[in-house]
């Protein structure tokens, strides 16, 4: 074994035993980033199902996530009270998939365990002695539950629970666009041994019902789009009401470096900016663009290399400059 599978097989080790005496001391809520992607709630539902004690849970389910979640009667529990939905006593918390507490939305108690499970670039947890910290450099939460599951709880690797998986990986690395060969690895683990048709798979996950008003708005948001260059980036922007990951993935698809979106709504403005891997190879990491737009105009804003977004209250124009200032003064590293 290489030095980095020591060390993803010794925090795997580290984790079940977190889990395992979390379990023993009470009932251990594994909570969703509040956004619901599929990588959150698929790694959520599937980390839960290795023991009776875990309850999968968050204030929110994404439109993937809906679908998936509806389709294979997946078990989730939506806190709208915050904790006070859950039992009483809780022997641990589990947070996957959110880079920092402002990410889950729900106020977490200090005095109770707290294990995060995440992949992204940037990272604003401050943890305890109790506390555990699982952060592998991988395309999706759900591979590093993956590989949990298949040392530590072979038999929770049921089909609903690996097409969970699937679906976080296939969503969260953009089909494998922004992949390392440790995903198609992690990939075959799941399909191995099940009857997932994964060609009829993916497509009707990415199948999603747009309807007419909300093409409408991706049509529009196509229309107005601009290109421009800064310094050595190519950018296309553009705004839209509704679907702006959406509408980035299908600008990006235009050959610039980088496509972002922006939205104003009831006083909030949010950016969501996508990039190329050849852009993010030559050094560019929008995660931490979107962290340097907090330090300067406030919000919060974090994400990966290749998929970020930052939200606050400046409005929209000045929140777009300010991305293609810090765009500007970024060199770049390729050859
Ligand atoms: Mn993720």
Redesign the pocket.
């Known amino acids: 074994m290489s030095q980095s599978e020591i060390d993803v097989t010794s925090q795997l080790v580290e984790l079940h035993k977190w889990i395992d005496s979390a379990c023993k001391r009470g009932a251990v809520p594994v909570l969703t980033g509040m956004n619901g992607?599929m990588?959150?709630v698929g790694s959520a539902i599937s980390l839960a199902a290795s023991n009776p004690n875990m309850l999968a849970c968050g204030l929110h389910l994404g439109r993937v996530s809906k679908k998936v979640c509806q389709e294979l009667s997946a078990p989730f529990r939506k806190l709208s009270n915050g904790l006070a939905d859950l039992p009483k006593n809780l022997g641990g918390i589990i947070i996957v998939?959110a880079a920092a507490p402002n990410q889950v939305g729900i106020d977490l108690p200090d005095h109770i365990p707290k294990c995060i499970l995440d992949?992204?670039i940037t990272d604003d947890w401050v943890l305890s002695d109790t506390d555990l910290s699982v952060k592998l450099p991988v395309s999706?939460?759900t591979e590093i539950v993956a590989n949990y599951l298949s040392k530590h709880s072979p038999d929770s690797l049921t089909e609903p629970v690996r097409k969970l998986l699937l679906a976080?990986l296939i969503t969260?690395s953009g089909r494998f666009k922004h992949s390392s060969k440790e995903s198609f690895t992690t990939a075959s683990l799941i399909l191995n041994g099940s009857n997932i048709d994964y060609a009829k798979f993916v497509e009707w996950l990415e199948t999603s019902k747009i309807n007419s008003s909300e093409r409408g708005s991706l049509l529009r948001g196509m229309q107005r789009a601009n290109s421009t260059n800064s310094g050595e980036w190519s950018i296309i922007h553009s705004y839209c009401g509704t679907l702006e990951g959406r509408l980035a993935s299908l600008l990006l698809g235009l050959g610039q470096d980088i496509s972002l979106v922006s939205r104003n709504k009831d006083g909030e403005t949010r950016l969501t900016a996508r990039a190329s891997k050849i852009a993010t190879s030559d050094g560019l990491s929008l995660g931490k663009i979107m962290q340097d737009i907090a330090k300067q105009l406030g919000g919060e804003g974090g994400g990966?290399d290749g998929a970020a977004g930052w939200t606050g209250t400046t409005d929209r124009i000045t929140a777009e400059s300010s991305f293609i200032a810090h765009i500007a003064k970024l060199k770049r590293n390729g050859e």
């Open positions: 992607d990588d959150t998939d992949h992204h999706a939460t976080g969260d990966h």
